[in-house]
């Protein structure tokens, strides 16, 4: 028994070899290979052809190994027995065929009227009928229009609107405009800071070792909050005595803790020049000591512990004054 004999072919060489030589992404799509080999398959079927060894007859359908779009298909049995011939189908790009049928209808066809012109575009139309410029339905400046340009990055950025402060910003923006500074400083540096307030201005030197002057200094911050917008507060810490051992930065945490105890957040300074010739600046002999400085910048009066100021308070010495200061014209 031959190969043939035991393994029978279906007679399907044709199409199969019709398949292979083609694209696998025909323009036409794959029903057209679909169609085709069949139709091959039953032409060679009715001529008889058998065995796994036979070739297509070249004169069956025209069809080759090489170039698949040249296969014509055969005439189809019906089911009544008699022939009728496949419908023809155009490549893609061709023209219409005419003829039986509605050749019009082919899948991926578009018919164009003969007198078609692309450079003659009809206007397109709005909702009531009127035409829309250039015809595209978008509104184009004129050539040459130097008014229009495009958005530049900057032009898209949007402002945002800034949200409502929560608890939390409103509790810490609070505590910013309540922070204690102490800054270090020279006594010209301060003396500076102070002319330039014009204000009527008050200077409350002080010392961790002075008890008095720990007890009188919430005076001063009485006076900035209830005068603050006449009068300028200013605090000079003078616990630096020129030694190199204890700079004046080794006061300063004790001086801060202080200062935040009594909240003084009024400019706060801690002198980098020696205590002695610090008082030999400001002409007093002891501390506490207070210097009143009127709008103009000068030193209109100093209370000092000694002599026949010994024991003033703010209660009864600096706010008085400070008040009555105020009230004098200029």
């Known amino acids: 028994m031959s190969h043939a004999e035991q393994w029978p072919q279906p007679a399907t060489t044709t199409a199969l070899t019709a398949r292979s030589s083609s694209p696998r992404h025909s323009p036409r799509g794959r029903w057209a290979f679909g169609l085709r080999g069949a139709l091959a398959a039953a032409a060679l079927a009715m001529a008889g052809a058998s065995g ?27 089911i009544e027995g008699s022939s009728q011939a496949p419908p023809t189908v155009a490549p893609a790009g061709a023209p219409p065929i005419s003829g039986s049928g509605d050749a019009k209808d082919a899948p991926g066809l578009i018919e164009l009227p003969g007198d078609f012109d692309p450079s003659n575009l009809p206007p397109a139309t709005g909702k009531g009928g009127d035409p829309i410029q250039n015809g595209t339905g978008l509104e184009l400046p004129p050539t040459g229009d130097s008014s229009y340009r495009l958005p530049t990055p900057r032009d898209l950025i949007l402002t945002a609107t800034p949200r409502p402060a929560g608890p939390l910003e409103q509790e810490q923006a609070a505590a910013s405009a ?15 800071a102070v002319a330039k307030t014009n204000r009527v201005t008050v200077v409350d030197l002080w010392s961790l070792a002075c008890e008095p002057c720990l007890k009188e200094f919430p005076g001063l911050v009485k006076i900035h909050k209830e005068m603050g917008k006449q009068v300028a507060c200013f605090s000079v810490n003078l616990d630096f ?14 001086a801060q803790a202080f200062l935040s105890s009594v909240k003084a957040t009024f400019p ?42 010994a024991g003033f308070t703010y209660e009864k010495n600096i706010i008085p004054f400070v008040s009555n200061l105020l009230s004098q014209k200029p």
């Open 52 to 78: 796994c060894d036979s070739k297509p007859d070249p004169s069956v359908g025209g069809a080759t190994a090489t170039d698949s779009s040249e296969l014509a298909p055969a005439a189809v049995p019906s």
């Open 178 to 192: 309540e922070a204690v500074l102490l800054t270090a400083a020279t006594w010209e540096q301060i003396t500076a």
């Open 268 to 309: 706060n300074y801690l002198s980098q020049t020696p205590s002695d010739e610090a008082f030999a600046a400001a002409g007093i002999d002891s501390i506490p000591a207070v210097m009143i400085f009127d709008a103009s910048g000068k030193l209109v009066r100093t209370f000092s512990d000694v002599g026949e100021d």
């Open 241 to 254: 005595d020129g030694r190199r051992t204890k700079p004046a930065e080794s006061y300063r945490p004790r």
